[in-house]
């Protein structure tokens, strides 16, 4: 029982370059999230899927867009990288909206 | 974008020594988390505070849900090298059925052995 993972760990791109990050969890949970997290400051939403076949804006989508594969899977693609997406990215998922949101471990991306 | 004002930002003990950290917000919230972050790892849930006035305790942790729903603190008693990390706090809300976290900075710990 993996929890949630993430691919890649870590990934280094030129500007303009896309690229999908990729989260599945194995914890048959409903809900599934994307976050950034950048020094100094939380983790801020990107994108959520509050059930399988939705998917809503967070705080920062600009840049960024999600598919809800199957209920297991939840991809974040990049189009065309800025170094403004240099970051941690998270992904995480909960089985409601009232319990705990279990987080991957993470991809640290840099865009040069 | 909202996000929780936390403080200390760092800080910097002996092991031992006791730690207190707090957050507050211009908005109410349902619903208070504490996490810790390893390094290299997801934050990982400490604990939940569900109603306000409410004070609980994980072990050597106790976090309090503010009376205005508007802030809480967490303690750490008698600190160990393993409380190393950056713990974040959280405000949740359910809009439209969905479960909505906003972060506060984190505070880093570093404990001098």
Avoid at chain 2, 54 to 76: V, Y
């Amino acid at each position: 029982n993996a929890g949630v993972t993430q691919t890649p760990k870590f990934q280094v791109l030129k500007t303009g370059q896309s690229m999908t990050l990729q989260c599945a969890q194995d914890m048959n949970h409903n809900s599934m999230y994307w976050y950034r997290q950048d020094p100094g400051m939380g983790l801020r939403l990107i994108y959520y899927s509050a059930s399988e076949g939705t998917t809503d804006k967070g705080e920062v989508p600009n840049g960024y867009n999600v598919s809800r594969l199957n209920k297991r899977e939840f991809s974040l693609r990049l189009e065309s990288a800025a170094p403004s997406q240099t970051s941690v990215y998270f992904c995480a998922c909960t089985w409601g909206a009232l319990y705990e949101q279990y987080f991957g471990p993470g991809t640290r991306l840099t865009v040069t | 974008g909202q996000q929780l004002n936390q403080s200390p930002q760092s800080m910097f003990i002996q092991e031992g020594e006791d730690v207190s950290m707090n957050c507050t917000s211009s908005s109410i919230f349902n619903t208070w988390l504490w996490y810790k972050q390893d390094p290299g790892e997801g934050p990982v849930l400490l604990i939940a505070l569900y109603k306000a006035g409410e004070l609980t305790s994980n072990g050597r942790l106790t976090a309090q849900f503010g009376i205005t729903r508007k802030d809480s603190f967490l303690n750490i008693s008698a600190s160990i090298p393993s409380d190393v990390g950056i713990y974040f706090c959280a405000g949740q809300r359910v809009i439209q059925g969905a479960q909505k976290l906003v972060f506060g900075q984190g505070t880093r710990l570093t404990i001098n052995p």
